[in-house]
């Protein structure tokens, strides 16, 4: 194939790292219901990141002082494995991962029926086996398809998705490479039928123009990815 410098030069600008679009996610892989003693769970891959989500419950709370005489209480844990990342992590919990865990907590209980459910409690588990880039929307997409499979009633699925500025442009589904050399990163969770957004963070600078493009662009990721958690559902319980 014979292509003009202009070309060339349109296409290795428009090309990413690892080849993506702009708005392009990484391979998504969803399966539900794959551990046999949790009521829920999933295990997901997203590019280089593999997640597998417990949840238990809903459960009466052990803990007296855990219980809502009106409703059922989340609790979410989401660990890094030492054997996850580039250099052996340290086990057990750090700043970021309490950050994480409280913020899918949150991210997750705009979705679910708690009042049938008093004095209850749901554990999420989230256990990061490798991680490129993005786990914590990762993470919550995961969370709410073993939520999904612990038979949880709900409003809706809860799904999350990145997207960034890198290179000075905007990026869906940013990797760990452009994570670290990128200049912003908005994870967005949603509850895909109505929009509500239940997640947002921004580490890095934008502009109004360039956040409400990657909110946008966020958005139609969560879109995509929410058409997969689906499948995932589907391929495990029929219609
Ligand atoms: P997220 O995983 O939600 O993007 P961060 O922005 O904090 O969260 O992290 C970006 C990426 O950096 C992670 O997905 C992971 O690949 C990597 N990372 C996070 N923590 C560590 C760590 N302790 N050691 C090495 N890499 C890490």
Not at 99 to 128: M, N, Q
Not at 153 to 175: F, T
């Amino acid at each position: 194939i014979i292509i003009t410098p202009d070309e060339f030069k349109r296409v290795s600008e428009a090309a990413r790292e690892d080849g993506r679009a702009p708005d392009e996610i990484r391979p998504l892989k969803i399966e539900a219901g794959i551990l046999e003693r949790a009521d829920g769970s999933s295990y997901l891959e997203l590019g280089g990141n593999k997640i597998l989500v417990a949840v238990y419950g809903p459960r009466e709370a052990q803990i007296k002082r855990l219980q809502r005489p009106d409703r059922a209480v989340i609790r979410c844990r989401y660990n890094m494995a030492p054997f996850s990342v580039e250099e052996r992590k340290r086990p057990g919990p750090d700043r970021r991962s309490v950050e994480i865990s409280k913020i899918t907590a949150e991210a997750l209980r705009p979705a679910l029926i708690l009042e049938k459910f008093p004095r209850s409690v749901i554990d999420v588990f989230i256990e990061v086996l490798e991680a490129e880039g993005g786990t914590r929307c990762a993470g919550i997409t995961a969370a709410s398809v073993a939520l999904a499979d612990a038979g949880m009633p709900m409003k809706d699925m809860v799904v999350a998705c990145a997207a960034g500025k890198v290179n000075g442009r905007i990026v869906l589904d940013l990797s760990e490479e452009e994570d670290k050399r990128g200049e912003a990163d908005i994870p967005v969770a949603i509850l895909p039928r109505n929009k509500e957004i239940t997640l947002l963070q921004s580490d890095g600078n934008l502009t109004q123009e360039e956040f409400e493009e990657a909110l946008d662009l966020a958005i139609k990721g969560c879109l995509k990815i929410n058409k997969i958690q689906k499948e995932a559902l589907k391929r495990k319980y029929g219609e």
